[in-house]
């Protein structure tokens, strides 16, 4: 299934009420539970003691989840409610009917105050397209399992990392920045498109002009 090796299938059903009633779930986080989905698998474990990899520096286990859904706008705060939680790097399976589409929240530890605990943060969410459920194939490859947790995010983010160096973080952090100015890139546009008055339209074509200068220097 989904190309992972039968050493790491887990298939258990965690009880939704598991995560509304004993992680202390909010009213509108219960309301999504309820409403946006219908079960919780933890489907498979990579780890070194289910694949033949070295354990990594930063990632030491990463938790599939296969995650039926009611309705292909599920909301991406359940999974990032769920990742919270969860001390391990993860990747979710979402399906809704025949259709099958990868959610990962690209995860990074983050030293505590006392420098003697460690937490994550989610660095930027990943979504895949909608794809037929018999077309996915995870990309398990790698010799630890760092490298394994690269090559998935590479997979479910796709051309939105831009770059391949030898830092995710940094392709990562440089790819956020340049969806940051394609964003403001199109509201100065969309702007410039409705103004009325010659100078203020001039001044927002060339904002506009400096951050695609900006952006083609990359």
Same mark, same amino acid.
């Given at each position: 299934?989904?190309?992972?090796?039968?050493?790491?299938?887990?298939?258990?059903?965690?009880?939704?009420?598991?995560?509304?009633?004993?992680?202390? *779930?909010?009213?509108? +986080?219960?309301?999504?539970? $309820?409403? #946006?989905? &219908? =079960?919780?698998?933890?489907? *498979?474990?990579?780890?070194?003691? $289910?694949?033949?990899? *070295?354990?990594?520096?930063? &990632?030491?286990?990463?938790? @599939?989840?296969?995650?039926? %859904?009611?309705?292909?706008?599920?909301?991406?705060? @359940?999974?990032?409610? @769920? #990742?919270?939680?969860?001390?391990?790097?993860?990747?979710?399976?979402? !399906?809704?009917?025949? +259709?099958?589409?990868?959610?990962?929240?690209?995860?990074?530890? +983050?030293?505590?105050?006392?420098?003697?605990?460690?937490?994550? !943060?989610?660095?930027?969410?990943?979504?895949?397209?909608?794809?037929?459920?018999?077309? %996915?194939?995870?990309?398990?490859?790698?010799?630890? +399992?760092?490298?394994?947790?690269?090559?998935?995010? =590479?997979?479910?983010?796709?051309?939105?990392?831009?770059?391949?160096? /030898?830092?995710?973080?940094?392709?990562?952090?440089?790819?956020?920045? =340049?969806?940051?100015?394609?964003?403001? @890139?199109?509201?100065?546009?969309?702007?410039? *498109?409705?103004? =009325?008055?010659?100078?203020?339209?001039?001044?927002?074509?060339?904002?506009?002009?400096?951050? /695609?200068?900006?952006?083609?220097?990359?």
């Amino acid at each position: 299934m989904y190309n992972l090796p039968q050493s790491t299938i887990v298939n258990r059903v965690i009880p939704k009420k598991t995560f509304v009633n004993q992680w202390g *779930a909010n009213t509108r +986080m219960k309301d999504h539970f $309820t409403n #946006d989905v &219908v =079960r919780v698998e933890w489907l *498979a474990k990579l780890a070194p003691s $289910t694949i033949n990899v *070295a354990d990594g520096k930063e &990632v030491h286990e990463i938790t @599939i989840f296969l995650v039926p %859904i009611k309705d292909e706008n599920c909301p991406d705060d @359940i999974f990032s409610f @769920i #990742d919270g939680m969860i001390p391990r790097h993860t990747l979710f399976i979402l !399906r809704w009917g025949d +259709m099958t589409c990868l959610h990962l929240n690209y995860k990074e530890w +983050m030293e505590s105050s006392t420098n003697t605990d460690k937490t994550f !943060r989610i660095a930027k969410t990943y979504r895949s397209q909608w794809i037929k459920d018999t077309e %996915i194939s995870l990309s398990i490859e790698g010799l630890t +399992m760092d490298a394994i947790y690269e090559t998935l995010v =590479r997979q479910v983010a796709g051309e939105r990392i831009i770059t391949q160096s /030898e830092s995710l973080r940094e392709d990562v952090e440089k790819s956020t920045q =340049r969806e940051m100015l394609l964003k403001k @890139i199109e509201i100065l546009r969309r702007k410039e *498109a409705k103004e =009325r008055q010659p100078q203020k339209k001039f001044v927002l074509h060339q904002q506009r002009i400096v951050l /695609e200068l900006k952006i083609s220097k990359e």
